[in-house]
């Protein structure tokens, strides 16, 4: 328990514990045929049909599945960056280099991640990318995401932000996540797109 919640913090709560209860009623055949859908949609994108560099993530558990993404755009020879969460939360990245690659790590009491398991490039690497994949559980009308509440990729807006690159930044849903409102507080920024199984979504930066 927090002493003290911050703003928006309780509704995040909430909605994230709702979310969550949807993505865990999925069964083995949803998670196949989004999976395929899913990178389908995502490879008509041109930010990403374009880029050189990706930074992704591997998918686990009931989570819009990404691998299949991950496979035809390392075909294609792009350069696919992977998280390496560290204790404090923030990201090092490493290079996807097919499954093999990658290892089984769980970090405490958490869900048991994919990682890549070769070189450790560092976290300013993710500055390199032209396009930012980013996992979440929701996103509303004006691309303001809601994450884990890690704040992983908070600080990896931030470090772009910082660095003065504006790489494409696309978040990872099903379709029934795509909502009107999600809470925000003040370090949360909007993304620029959103792709489910049934399309892309792009958001129009405020006005
Ligand atoms: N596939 C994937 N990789 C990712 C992320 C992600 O969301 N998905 N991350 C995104 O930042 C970073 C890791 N951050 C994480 C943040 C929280 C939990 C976690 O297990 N949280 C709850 C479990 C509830 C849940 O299922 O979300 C816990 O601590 O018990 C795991 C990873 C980097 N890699
Ligand atoms: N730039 C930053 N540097 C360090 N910590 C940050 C930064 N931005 C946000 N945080 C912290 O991260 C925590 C989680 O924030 P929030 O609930 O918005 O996570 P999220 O966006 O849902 O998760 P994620 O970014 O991992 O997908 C908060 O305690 C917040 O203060």
Excluded: C
């Excluded at 909430?14 to 045929?33: C, F, G």
């Excluded at 996540?177 to 925000?184: A, N, S, T, Y």
Aim: charged share 30%.
């Amino acid at each position: 328990m927090r002493p003290i919640a911050r703003p928006g913090e309780p509704d995040k709560r909430s909605l994230r514990r709702e979310i969550l209860a949807v993505r865990n009623r999925l069964t083995a055949d949803d998670l196949r045929e989004t999976s395929a859908a899913l990178a389908a949609r995502a490879l008509e994108l041109p930010e990403l049909a374009r880029a050189g560099t990706v930074a992704a993530y591997v998918s686990v558990g009931s989570e819009p599945g990404t691998l299949a993404l991950l496979d035809t755009l390392r075909a294609r020879g792009v350069r696919v960056l992977l998280p390496v969460l560290l204790p404090d939360n923030d990201l090092d990245w490493g290079r996807y280099e097919g499954q093999d690659s990658l290892a089984r790590v769980r970090h405490g009491g958490r869900m048991a991640l994919s990682e890549p398991a070769g070189e450790r490039l560092g976290p300013d690497t993710v500055t390199a990318a032209d396009a930012v994949l980013l996992p979440g559980l929701a996103v509303d009308a004006r691309g303001m995401r809601l994450g884990r509440g890690g704040g992983s990729y908070d600080r990896v807006l931030a470090r772009l932000e910082r660095a003065g690159v504006r790489p494409a930044l696309v978040v990872l849903l099903y379709d029934a996540e795509v909502v009107e409102r999600v809470p925000e507080e003040p370090h949360d920024r909007p993304v620029h797109a959103v792709v489910t199984p049934s399309g892309v979504r792009r958001f129009r930066p405020e006005a």
